[in-house]
């Protein structure tokens, strides 16, 4: 992971860091830094070893980066949604009620319709 930071980037923190703490502080706070990123890094490492030894080799399988969350934009999901040239949705008629069913077919002369099972 870069975050972005070019090496001009980083020279101008250094240089801030220098002017902010001065050069007396400065070697215990760049010691601290890198004791909290080699904790960081031996943390992200762990999770992922135990990761591995719960999944087992399914690991390997997955697609992580499938499901890298920086892939996920807002907005271009909206815009897949809403210009999504899917057909419209068929809108069937709502059923016949009982009644009106009963009504239709005493004027077509033949007998309402019996359920044996109903009670």
């Known amino acids: 992971m870069s975050f972005g930071l ?8 250094a240089v801030i860091a220098v002017i902010i703490l001065g ?3 400065l070697p215990g706070y760049a010691a601290k830094l890198a004791k909290f990123v080699k904790q960081v890094r031996a943390f992200a490492d762990g999770a992922r070893d135990r990761l591995k030894e719960e999944m087992g080799p399914e ?24 210009l999504d040239d899917e057909p419209a949705p068929v809108i ?18 033949r007998p309402a319709p019996y359920d044996s099972e109903a009670t």
């Open 6 to 13: 070019t090496f001009e980037k980083l020279l101008v923190i």
């Open 23 to 25: 050069p007396q502080r």
């Open 59 to 82: 690991y390997d399988d997955v697609d992580w980066k499938k499901l890298d969350p920086r892939q996920y934009d807002p907005r271009r999901i909206i815009r897949e949604a809403l």
């Open 92 to 109: 069937t008629p709502p059923r016949e009620s009982a009644y009106a069913q009963r009504q239709r077919f005493e004027r077509e002369g």
